[in-house]
């Protein structure tokens, strides 16, 4: 079972509703969501957990495409887009839970269940940026992870 992100309000409410939403962003944004990046972010939006490359590859091991080059600027794309994010401490790859807007965001990690949710983190990254160029250093972007235990395993 998906447990819902910090602010589930601004997150689509279904997969096909995601994948609608998805392509009318991508070409506001000027991109294109090909049918392998649709299968792609199908793959995350349906995970209740951040997903590694190579096991979206398992999964599209059936598309002649699907090779780890492809799925890699699959993935860079919908980064890109602003649809996905990836979870650097775990080398995964998860859906963006706020898309409808432009957000920073925080990513909190149960050690205990393995459980990632997003929190919006707006005004904790322009905090950091203003602390970054205080000592004019140019922060291109930044990714703020939080281990402990979510509610479920307290």
């Known amino acids: 079972m998906r447990m819902p992100n910090a602010h589930l309000a601004c997150a689509p409410a279904s997969i096909e509703e995601s994948l609608s939403e998805a392509?009318?962003?991508?070409?506001?944004?000027?991109?294109?969501?090909?049918?392998?990046?649709?299968?792609?972010?199908?793959?995350?939006?349906?995970?209740?957990?951040?997903?590694?490359?190579?096991?979206?590859?398992?999964h599209l091991r059936d598309d002649g495409e699907s090779k780890p080059p492809t799925i890699y600027r699959a993935l860079d794309f919908l980064l890109d887009m602003?649809?996905?994010?990836?979870?650097?401490?775990?080398?995964?790859?998860?859906?963006?839970?706020?898309?409808?807007?432009?957000?920073?965001?925080?990513?909190?990690?149960?050690?205990?269940?393995?459980?990632?949710?997003?929190?919006?983190?707006?005004?904790?990254i322009r905090k950091l940026a203003k602390d970054v160029a205080s000592v004019k250093f140019r922060m291109q972007r930044s990714v703020i992870e939080v281990l402990g235990l979510c509610a479920h395993c307290v």
């Open 23 to 58: 392509e009318e962003l991508c070409a506001r944004r000027g991109g294109n969501l090909t049918p392998l990046r649709r299968k792609v972010l199908s793959l995350l939006l349906a995970s209740d957990r951040p997903v590694k490359a190579y096991d979206l590859l398992q």
């Open 82 to 124: 602003g649809l996905a994010h990836k979870v650097e401490s775990l080398g995964a790859f998860t859906r963006c839970g706020h898309w409808r807007h432009g957000h920073a965001a925080i990513f909190l990690i149960c050690s205990g269940c393995g459980e990632v949710q997003e929190l919006h983190a707006d005004e904790t």
